[in-house]
């Protein structure tokens, strides 16, 4: 990004479909070299009824540049322990049976993470994830859950995040992906390392809702 400022922000229940569409569009952008398939629309539908869901326990995050376009997304759910997660649902796995989940946990599930392709860069991608993990690094007890494309893993390993993969890998909006359980301790490392204040991106404080 050369000029301008970048905004992260979290958005409100009318901005939630731009959001899903966004997801879908830029996914099979990079996996598949194009925006739209025959069951495009349907995809987007489908993930913006399942965010609609998860709505309430939920901060879905927004990258804008400075003509407002969306060029970075990522969600934080806090499960209520009674909705099916998102990686529930695509992996057909129940996750208090992957590992030990005492009543005073708190499970998050992080998703939706994307960039435009061609307009990030690796400080809005940190800071993307910064935003998602803030509220996961400030709980005492705190066990994590994704569905991560295989690349995206990769590259979140080499920044030193961490995951165990829990199931077997299948192809979700366009690429491989796998269920992963993140390490907690490397998350609150990786956040306590980046969380200086960057003079490229105006960040707006995360606020859970």
Known sequence: MSTGTIEIKKISVDRLFDAAEFVVNQNFTRHLQTAFTTNHFELVRTVYEE??????????????????????????????????????????????????????????????????????????FKQLIISGISPICEASDSIVFAECDTKLLSTLSKMGIESEIIGEPLIYLGSETVPVRIDVKSLKTFYGRHTSPNRLLNIRNPVFG
């Open 51 to 124: 965010e609609i869901i998860h709505y309430h326990q939920s901060s879905f995050f927004i990258a804008e540049d400075h003509f407002k376009t969306i060029i970075g997304s990522i969600r934080t759910l806090k499960w209520n322990k009674i909705n099916q997660l998102p990686i529930e649902k695509v992996f057909g796995l129940h996750v208090v049976d992957r590992c030990d989940i005492s009543p005073e946990s708190t499970v998050w599930h992080i998703g939706r993470f994307a960039t435009r392709k061609g307009a990030g860069s690796i400080e809005l």
